[in-house]
């Protein structure tokens, strides 16, 4: 009897205060669609809201040249929208799977290893954020590509938006590389031709006034 009582008290003080209770953050389980917990004892109780987002996603600079660094800032509308819990995460364009590499995270939030992802590809928080009107992450991208910066935020517990997207980021290699080294490989894969694509675009054009 005594354990049934102790196991409803914790139910009941994780009710009431169920961000202090669950403030570890989103779990590995919810990388793909980045939903918080609804249904277990202490979730959020309530489905993501379908209304427009009032948090603004910002990156910095949106097209750059490897390598180099993205500046990322989420931040309420207005003064009311503040952050009790994130997830961001960076994907390629098409994919689910998370990419790059977050660095020199704020206080309370941490890394999330997601499956097929890479180990610093995503953040969640990792203590009770409070209520900060607004947060900047540095992220670096692997390779070119074109990426957007995913994320899922929670106001209060009820009332959190998912899947919120930033504007495309173009990610490319530095001219001077592009123009150095392009090489294909002959149709029997036993040779590498290696040539500047200088000399490509004069052949094509011999090519054309012929």
């Known amino acids: 009897m005594t354990g049934h009582i ?16 669950f ?25 993501p809201k379908n209304t427009v987002s009032p948090y603004i996603i910002t990156v910095s600079p949106a097209n750059l040249t490897m390598p180099g660094e993205i500046t990322v800032t989420i931040m309420g509308n207005s003064n009311t929208n503040t952050m009790q819990g994130i997830m961001v995460q ?25 499956a097929g992802g890479t180990t610093q590809g995503a953040v969640t928080h990792n203590d009770w954020m409070g209520n900060i009107p607004t947060l900047t992450l540095k992220w670096t991208p692997s390779q070119p590509g074109m990426y957007k910066i995913w994320f899922t935020v929670v106001n209060v517990k009820a009332t959190f938006w998912v899947q919120q997207k930033s504007d495309t980021i173009y990610y490319t290699m530095p001219e001077t590389t592009m123009m150095t080294t392009m090489t294909t490989m002959t149709p029997s894969g036993s040779a590498m031709i290696t040539a500047s694509l200088g000399s490509i675009m004069i052949m094509i054009a011999l090519m054309v006034f012929v």
């Open 6 to 21: 102790a196991t409803l008290l914790i139910v009941v003080v994780c009710h009431i205060f169920a961000i202090e209770c």
């Open 90 to 114: 960076a994907r390629a364009e098409g994919s689910t799977n998370t990419v790059g590499t977050f660095s020199a995270l704020p206080a309370k939030l941490k890394y999330l290893a997601c």
């Open 23 to 47: 403030s570890g953050g989103a779990p590995a389980g919810a990388c793909v669609t980045m939903t918080p917990n609804s249904a277990s004892p202490g979730g959020h109780g309530a489905t």
